[in-house]
């Protein structure tokens, strides 16, 4: 079954201060992260936010 998830995304200026905020505010590691750019792909709540 495939699952489908709503994308949302959201601009920042400090990735760092980010990814410390998402991974605390997700309880989730992400799936992608690169030097300007980081994907969590979460199963609850359904939800692709890069």
Do not use: Q, W
Request: aromatic share 14%; hydrophobic share 40%.
């Amino acid at each position: 079954m495939t699952i489908k998830r709503m994308h949302v995304a959201v601009n920042c200026t400090d990735l760092e201060a980010s990814l410390k905020f998402y991974r605390a505010f997700f309880g989730a590691e992400p799936t992608k992260v690169k030097d300007n750019y980081a994907k969590f792909e979460l199963d609850e709540p359904a939800l692709t936010f890069p």
